[in-house]
């Protein structure tokens, strides 16, 4: 399945084009405006911005950790344009240049500083986040099936500012809105093989981490899993993807919210971290610019043996089907053979990649809401319940 065409961000007005030439540029904007970085990183960033715009891949200085690293990555790109690399690789070095950048791995005054903190921050903080967490005593009465749905629900939705918990509370999703939806899949494999171990690829913090948060306790809370990994990224990346720090963040938020149904929740994850039911664990191929197929042995060894892995995101599920031009009607089972557990995807679509749409979904929406791919108003719950055969897999 890696016969399709790999996805550039080189054809002006696509999708991909978009994000470097219009998405990246307002970031920038906004970067800049958030924190008073001086004029070395200011014009850093800049410099940035214009070569992936408008120049040629260059590799990161020779003091860079990662350096030989990113060189190995890279080989056969140095020196060609932005737009002719792939787009997952394109898009992950921007965000590893952004640090750079900014001094996040420099010794000096911007060192360990998360350029991207002031948006999540802020967005932790909203008067609209208390809403949704009151809403969650309106769950605790709904029967057992109901609220794994809805759980599962709001942590699909979880980044969709007008639904989260809420959106269970009285106002279901539109059939249209979930174009596929293996949700019965996932919830038969986990009551089969109760007492396992799950696995969480996080996708972004803040009002997004919450819900993932309270789906983790539900799985721990009802015993359809004994323990649950929740593996987060070592670094910032993709403006709001969830770091150590978020996940802390957010669970403390849980802990002191004024409801009780929040804070009974934030008390019994707090204490499954200490004692090692919820472990937060990260990895550095999180922030490669490579797909899921090219696990590292040492990953691909965490993750044999889940009852299942759920990947969280548009990123997870670009990594997980290869960022490639799929046709969308290609099974879903056949694009995530490579993966060494159980799989099941939670995905918001904001990008081109798609497989496992049915041919009558996707007529109607390719006439009806041309920009439904990546305009973040539909989603997908995918879930293959059988591992991939064990293999070796040689260190990326």
């Not at 949700?183 to 996708?203: I, K, Q, Y």
């Not at 490639?324 to 490579?338: A, D, G, I, Q, S």
Request: charge should be negative.
């Amino acid at each position: 399945m890696t016969d399709a065409p790999v996805i550039r961000s080189d054809v002006p007005g696509s999708f991909p084009w978009g994000v470097f030439h219009e998405r990246h540029p307002k970031l920038v904007r906004q970067l800049l405006d958030a924190l008073p970085y001086g004029p070395a990183e200011r014009a850093g960033i800049e410099r940035l911005l214009a070569e992936s715009t408008t120049g040629v891949l260059e590799p990161l200085p020779e003091h860079a950790h990662d350096h030989a690293q990113w060189l190995e990555w890279g080989r056969g790109l140095w020196g060609r344009p932005w737009g002719e690399a792939p787009f997952l690789w394109a898009e992950s070095y921007f965000y590893r240049r952004l640090l750079e950048a900014t001094g996040y791995f420099r010794p000096g005054t911007w060192q360990g500083i998360d350029p991207f903190a002031p948006f999540k921050n802020a967005e932790l903080a909203g008067p609209a986040v208390d809403e949704e967490l009151a809403a969650l005593s309106a769950l605790d009465a709904l029967p057992g099936p109901r609220r794994s749905a809805a759980l599962l629900s709001s942590a699909l939705w979880g980044n969709r500012a007008d639904l989260s918990f809420q959106l269970t509370a009285g106002r279901p999703t539109a059939p249209s809105d979930l174009v596929a939806d293996d949700s019965a899949l996932l919830w038969s494999a986990l009551e089969h093989t109760p007492g396992g171990r799950v696995c969480l690829v996080a996708d972004n913090a803040a009002r997004e981490l919450l819900p993932d948060l309270v789906l983790i306790d539900h799985l721990l809370h009802t015993g359809l899993a004994a323990q649950v990994v929740l593996y987060v990224k070592p670094q910032p990346y993709y403006v709001s993807d969830a770091t150590t720090a978020d996940t802390l963040a957010a669970l403390e938020r849980l802990r002191t919210a004024p409801t009780d149904a929040a804070a009974t929740i934030g008390r019994r994850l707090r204490q499954a971290m200490t004692d090692d039911t919820l472990a937060v664990r990260t990895h550095p191929f999180f922030c490669a610019p490579l797909p899921f197929r090219d696990l590292p042995t040492d990953l691909r060894t965490e993750l044999t043996g889940a009852t299942m892995t759920i990947l969280k995101g548009d990123l997870n599920y670009r990594r997980l089907v290869d960022d490639r031009l799929h046709p969308p009607t290609t099974p879903f089972p056949e694009t995530v053979t490579h993966f060494p557990s159980p799989v099941t995807t939670l995905r918001t679509l904001k990008s081109d990649v798609l497989v496992g749409i049915a041919a009558t979904t996707l007529t109607r929406l390719d006439s009806s809401a041309p920009t439904w791919r990546t305009d973040g108003r539909h989603a997908l719950i995918q879930c293959h319940p059988t591992a991939a055969p064990a293999r070796g897999n040689p260190e990326k």
